[in-house]
Every structure is written in C-alpha cells, then in structure tokens.
C-alpha cells in the first residue's frame, strides 16, 4: 500500500509539474500529462536507476512540501542579511569548510543544493561528509562554528 501512494504522490508532482509548464489544467492536458509521468518514472527506473524510485528515494510528500516552504522562508531572511550587508559595505568574502552529520548522500546533496540557494552561500564542493562553501559574510573560520551558522538549521530540519 506505502509503495502505491508514494508513486501516486510522485505522479500526481510530476503532473502538476506538466500542467503548469503546459499553462493548461484542461482536462486532456492533465491525462496526458498523466500518462507522460507514468511512462517517465517506469521507463527512468528501468533503464537509467536499474532499481526503484521507492528503494531508493525514499521520501514523504508533506515532508518535501514542509521543507520547502522552510526553505523559503530562510531564503527569504538571509536574502535580507545579504542586501543590508551589501548596503552597509559590511562583506567578507572567503571559503569555509564544514562538515555535515547527514550520511543519506540524498540528503546531503539536498542540503548542499539549499546551502547553495540561500543567499551569501555558495556550496562549491562536497567529499564524503565534508562541504566547502564560499561564504559572502564570513564570520569565522573554524568549521564548527562556521557549520552551524551557515547550514545548522537546514541539516536540523532535513
């Protein structure tokens, strides 16, 4: 039963996805868009993952959509930091190394991907637990320090 509602949720993402780039929620477009989804994921997993999206994403959709509006939300307040940082001449610009306790590499790349999104971070590399990021306002070097201003609330959250 968990693995047929977690391919509706995905084909019901991937058919929003389809009606919105379309510009059309008729219903034709919808099926279609429908059908579209179902042969995308069946045909992906069987020649690109070689296994399924189930086994291998595991994921909740009022998760995602919770993470999501999480995400915007500290977009939004570090966009903020960032203009009045600009505004002030308050920058330091430099390249920091933290690490991340997250060892899903799903996960870790969703955080390196959200560290990157936010303003005033630019995740430029990532090996094994290890995350550099350039960082517009540098407050400190130490990765400790470093990791729980830049990526601390995200990696809770994830």
Known sequence: MKRQLYYIQIFAILTLFWAILRESFSVQSLLFGLLISVITVFSSEKFLLKDSYYDRYPYHIIHMIV????????IYKAG???????????????????????????????????????????????????IKVLWLNTQTKQPIIAGKMIKGRLERRL
């Open 67 to 74: 993470y999501g509006f999480f995400l915007i939300i500290e």
């Open 80 to 130: 903020l930091s960032v203009a009045l940082s600009i505004i002030t001449g308050n920058i330091n610009i430099d390249v920091v190394d933290i690490t991340t306790d997250i060892n899903d590499p799903y996960k870790k790349s969703i955080l390196a991907n959200s560290i990157t999104l936010t303003p005033g971070t630019v995740t430029l590399d990532m090996n094994g637990n290890l």
